[in-house]
Nanobody
Framework: VQLQASGGGSVQAGGSLRLSCAVSGRTFSSYTMGWFRQAPGKEREFVAAIRSGGSTYYADSVKGRFTISRDKAKNTVYLQMDNLRPEGTAVYFC????????????WGQGTLVTVSS
């Protein structure tokens, strides 16, 4: 089972990026998929999640600017990030968990997003 995150890069404040997370090894259609980030010197924090039925959840810091979505046919989850801010600079990780579990079980390797002012 592998989660492969991609789409990171450098962007100026106010710009946009779209992250992708491709899942291989099994079908994750019933799983909750999430995005987390870890800024330099800080702990990892929750960014967004999407349940199998399509319900979405966001950290207050990204509400209205980030959008999480999933394509079950492609076993891929996306994070559209608009109006990026310098404090959004971090390594972004995708993760997956069974709907019956509290903790995320599977993690991708992370993709770096750098937002310059």
């Amino acid at each position: 089972v592998q989660l492969q995150a991609s789409g990171g890069g450098s962007v100026q404040a106010g710009g946009s990026l779209r992250l992708s997370c491709a899942v291989s090894g099994r079908t994750f259609s019933s799983y909750t998929m999430g995005w987390f980030r870890q800024a330099p010197g800080k702990e990892r924090e929750f960014v967004a999640a999407i349940r199998s039925g399509g319900s979405t959840y966001y950290a207050d810091s990204v509400k209205g600017r980030f959008t999480i979505s999933r394509d079950k046919a492609k076993n891929t989850v996306y994070l559209q990030m608009d109006n990026l801010r310098p404090e959004g600079t971090a390594v972004y990780f995708c993760a997956a968990k069974s709907p019956t579990k509290d903790a995320y079980e599977y993690w991708g390797q992370g993709t770096l997003v750098t937002v310059s002012s």
